[in-house]
């Protein structure tokens, strides 16, 4: 365990970010889950800004890498063209 008050503090912050980023990024999995079972095409195009908008949230706080970002986008969009 730390001693200084100062590694105390951001052990404290640390694991307050941790939390914070786990449900940002299980949402995100969730919204990308849900636009991948999607069946109308329609609806995905219309989800599909949503979704892309919550990937980039996660790349600009640095939660996923800005090329695993760019290759869900493409995923996504791609699968949404075959429907």
Same mark, same amino acid.
């Not at 599909?48 to 493409?74: C, G, Q, T």
């Given at each position: 365990?730390?001693?200084?008050? *100062?590694? @105390?503090?951001? =052990?404290?912050?640390? &694991?307050?970010?941790? %939390?914070? $980023?786990?449900?940002?990024?299980?949402?995100?999995? #969730?919204? =990308?889950?849900? @636009?991948? #079972?999607?069946?109308?095409? &329609?609806?995905?195009?219309?989800?599909?800004? &949503? %979704? %892309? *908008?919550? =990937?980039?949230? @996660?790349?600009?706080?640095? =939660?996923?890498? *800005? $090329?695993?970002?760019? $290759?869900?986008? *493409?995923?996504?969009?791609?699968?949404?063209?075959? @429907?």
């Amino acid at each position: 365990m730390a001693h200084h008050k *100062s590694a @105390l503090k951001r =052990i404290r912050q640390d &694991e307050k970010k941790r %939390v914070h $980023n786990k449900y940002y990024a299980r949402t995100t999995r #969730n919204a =990308i889950r849900d @636009l991948r #079972n999607e069946k109308d095409k &329609e609806a995905a195009a219309k989800r599909y800004p &949503e %979704v %892309v *908008s919550l =990937i980039d949230k @996660l790349a600009k706080r640095n =939660i996923i890498h *800005s $090329n695993k970002a760019s $290759n869900l986008k *493409s995923k996504l969009a791609t699968q949404i063209s075959k @429907l």
